[in-house]
């Protein structure tokens, strides 16, 4: 299978039935004989956070000299993205061939996630890696990358609401979803520390026996380089490093790396602080608090799309020098989002907004996110239902920051048709 024909095919799968429990991802993964369990794995679950975990950690592990596998989702140009090799997503002549083999060995059709985790693990034995950072895609207990078997270490970032239709309605749900992916005898590392989540938490990971090391963010800000993307932290060591990523959300997850790199020091990867510090400097997730210079122009790029992840976004915005120059938000949401609380946490700060219809069946059309803004009393709105034509309308006037937020489906349609790489 080609590229092309991967591409085609993974399209229609979009619209594959899904079934309750992995059942159907056992089966495929049984019929290429179980890739999953020939590869060491970190696995990695979380409401937010949890792309940003992987990527640091992929970054480090890099720098420290191993072959490292990272799968993460969602893409924002091409599903490429989510199967990458120490930091390059995997070619279209191997992503064709390893979603053509996943596609002959199924017993059943499976959906599109369900094909790319098998392609990723496919791919990752094939090509050899010492380690793989696997993103869990929603939730965790029914999720197709719980098929590993026995992981190195287990993580769950953080608990907030989201796909609540899918996860339940209360932070104890969501957890419940989330220690899913405990493992007997496998450290679990946590980042969460409120409460009613993590009590959940701990209950299970003891009725699991996963040993549960609950860490708490000890990195110090030091300056954040607003402009150039990127922030200087102490560690907990008192070594200041250079990071390639902003705001206090970031710092939670790069405290947590290191907390992971330690549990993989004592398993014996060879991690010397000078990968880290390299590997601290490299990291980068497109689309989170993601800062493009443009002469003495800023886009600054944000999939913010539930309520944590906003007030993150909205708390960083207060903090930089963006928030106190002119400014338009380039906004768009899915409509299964829970909109009223983001535009809630949002529109104190917005004075002017373009409203777009994510490129996504699931999106919120442009018109009605204009009104609801309208209603909560941002001043000037406008609509233009292309996302990218929003930016371009943005570029046309004189407002010096644009902030496009809300959407990673509007980000990937912004940077594909753009040529900024992702």
């Known amino acids: ?16 039935k899904w079934k309750l429990g992995l059942s159907r991802i056992e089966g495929l993964l049984a ?8 590869t060491p794995i970190v696995h990695v679950a979380g409401t937010n956070g949890k792309g940003s975990f992987c990527s640091i950690l992929a970054s480090i592990l890099s720098a420290a000299g191993l072959r490292v596998g990272l799968f993460a989702s969602p893409h924002l140009v091409t599903p490429r993205e989510r199967i990458c090799v120490d930091g390059n997503p995997i070619s279209e002549e191997d992503f064709g061939s390893a979603v053509g083999d996943a596609v002959a060995a199924e017993p059943e059709e499976a959906t599109y996630f369900e094909l790319i985790t098998a392609a990723a693990f496919l791919h990752f034995k094939r090509v ?13 207990r029914l999720d197709a990358t719980n098929t590993v078997s026995k992981p190195l270490l287990s993580v769950i970032t953080s608990i907030a609401h989201d796909h609540r239709q899918h996860l339940g309605s209360t932070l104890a749900e969501i957890a419940g979803e989330k220690c899913g992916i405990l493992r007997e005898d496998v450290v679990c590392l946590c980042g969460e520390d409120a409460y009613e989540p993590l009590k959940v938490i701990r209950r299970r990971a003891y009725e699991a026996a996963a040993p549960l090391i609950v860490h708490r963010n000890n990195i110090e800000p030091v300056q954040s380089r607003w402009e150039e993307g990127l922030q200087v932290v102490r560690s907990a060591s008192g070594e200041l490093l250079e990071f390639g990523m902003l705001g206090n959300s970031a710092r939670g997850n790069l ?29 980068h997730v497109a689309g989170r608090f993601d800062v493009r210079r443009e002469g003495e122009r800023f886009l600054v790029l944000d999939g913010a799309h539930n ?8 708390e960083n915005w207060e903090r930089s020098p963006f928030s106190k120059m002119e400014s338009t938000f380039l906004i768009s949401m899915l409509a299964d989002k829970d909109i009223d609380a983001l535009l809630a946490i949002a529109a104190p700060r917005i004075r002017r907004a373009i409203c777009s219809t994510p490129p996504s069946r699931r999106g919120l059309s442009g018109e009605e996110l204009a009104k609801r803004l309208s209603l909560m009393g941002v001043v000037e709105v406008s609509i233009v239902d292309d996302p990218l034509e929003a930016v371009r309308e943005w570029r046309r006037s004189a407002v010096r920051v644009g902030a496009v937020v809300g959407s990673f489906y509007s980000i990937g349609r912004i940077l594909s048709e753009e040529g900024v790489t992702a």
């Open 307 to 314: 309520p944590a992840a906003m007030q993150s976004f909205c």
């Open 1 to 16: 299978m080609n590229f092309d024909e991967a591409l085609n095919l993974l399209e229609r799968r979009q619209e594959a």
């Open 255 to 283: 405290s947590l790396v290191f907390r992971g790199v330690e549990e993989l020091r004592s398993q014996g990867f060879p991690i010397s602080p000078e990968a880290i510090s390299a590997g601290v400097r490299a990291a």
């Open 128 to 140: 050899g890696v010492d380690i793989a950072v696997v993103e869990v895609g929603l939730g965790g």
């Open 31 to 38: 019929s290429l004989k179980n890739p999953q369990n020939d």
